[in-house]
C-alpha cells in the first residue's frame, strides 16, 4: 500500500471497508489553542457539533458507496490527539 502524508486526512479502502483512516481536525485547533488560549467549554462543543454533522455527512455519503464509517472510532482518534 502507498501512504502519502496526508495534509489532514487520508482514507485507504480495502473489500468495500474504510481500512484505515487518518483523520487529525485536531492539529489546527491546538496550534489556535495553544497560541491564544480561546478554546473553553463553549467552542469545545460547538468544535464537537460541527466534527459530528461532518462525520454522519461523510458516513451517510460513503454508504450510498458501500463503505463503512465507525463514526465513534473516528471521535476516539480526535479525543485522543486534541490538546483542548
Known sequence: MFLMKPLYCDYFFWDNKLDHIYVDPAVPFNKMDRR??????????????????????AKQNLATAGVEVDVDELFTIFDQTRDF
Open 36 to 57: 491564544t488560549g480561546f478554546i473553553e467549554t463553549v467552542e469545545r462543543e460547538e468544535i464537537f457539533v460541527v466534527l459530528d454533522e461532518l462525520l454522519q455527512s
